[in-house]
T-cell receptor, first 110, second 115 residues
Framework: QQPVQSPQAVILREGEDAVINCSSSKALYSVHWYRQKHGEAPVFLMILLKGGEQKGHDKISASFNEKKQQSSLYLTASQLSYSGTYFCGTETDSWGKFQFGAGTQVVVTP | NAGVTQTPKFRILKIGQSMTLQCTQDMNHNYMYWYRQDPGMGLKLIYYSVGAGITDKGEVPNGYNVSRSTTEDFPLRLELAAPSQTSVYFC??????????????FGPGTRLLVL
């Protein structure tokens, strides 16, 4: 089952904050966050693992609630460069099988 | 390092034709993946491989085949192309020893149009 992301889209002014959520119906081994700019390949932002370990971007933070099978990505003091589509990817019941959510489009305006 | 490279960048196929999308990585990664991304949509996993000689199906494998004879290469074969296979195809790789997946590095993508 594909993870569910919300919201589908968000428009921010520079400096504003936003939260993107990702939820799964299955127990999660890990949650990954990627950002994709139009016409480009996805780029890694962060990995969150069971037990609380995080690896990734030092200016974007995220949380992982194992009990609720949810993750949230926090865009703080947004910059124009944060614009793009954010995808969460989840690893659930089989190593290697990866599923991405449908994405959240973020537009940061001056 | 070139990272993950994909060829061709763009291709137009006629219905019923076949083709192979090439993917090569020079990072000595053991895991490799093929995704498709339809316009305005997320990425769907087609096939993946955990090492040379080992492949497995993802969410949307129908109409595709893969092989992994070397660590570096993971070609995706389309047989009997259909308009529904019009998409952007991304190859990715990661190095994972045990446990959860590590960072996936994506190639630039191949845009495929089936007419």
């Amino acid at each position: 089952q594909q993870p569910v992301q919300s919201p589908q889209a968000v428009i921010l002014r520079e400096g504003e904050d936003a939260v993107i959520n990702c939820s799964s119906s299955k127990a999660l081994y890990s949650v990954h966050w990627y950002r994709q700019k139009h016409g480009e390949a996805p780029v890694f932002l962060m990995i969150l693992l069971k037990g609380g370990e995080q690896k990734g971007h030092d200016k974007i933070s995220a949380s992982f609630n194992e009990k609720k099978q949810q993750s949230s990505l926090y865009l703080t003091a947004s910059q124009l460069s944060y614009s793009g589509t954010y995808f969460c990817g989840t690893e659930t019941d089989s190593w290697g099988k990866f599923q991405f959510g449908a994405g959240t489009q973020v537009v940061v305006t001056p | 390092n070139a990272g993950v490279t994909q060829t061709p960048k763009f291709r137009i196929l006629k219905i019923g034709q076949s083709m192979t999308l090439q993917c090569t990585q020079d990072m000595n990664h053991n895991y490799m993946y093929w995704y498709r991304q339809d316009p305005g949509m997320g990425l769907k996993l087609i096939y993946y491989s955990v090492g040379a000689g080992i492949t497995d199906k993802g969410e949307v494998p129908n109409g595709y085949n893969v092989s992994r004879s070397t660590t570096e290469d993971f070609p995706l074969r389309l047989e009997l192309a259909a308009p529904s296979q019009t998409s952007v195809y991304f190859c990715a790789s990661s190095y994972t020893t045990s446990g959860p997946q590590e960072t996936q590095y994506f190639g630039p993508g191949t845009r495929l149009l089936v007419l």
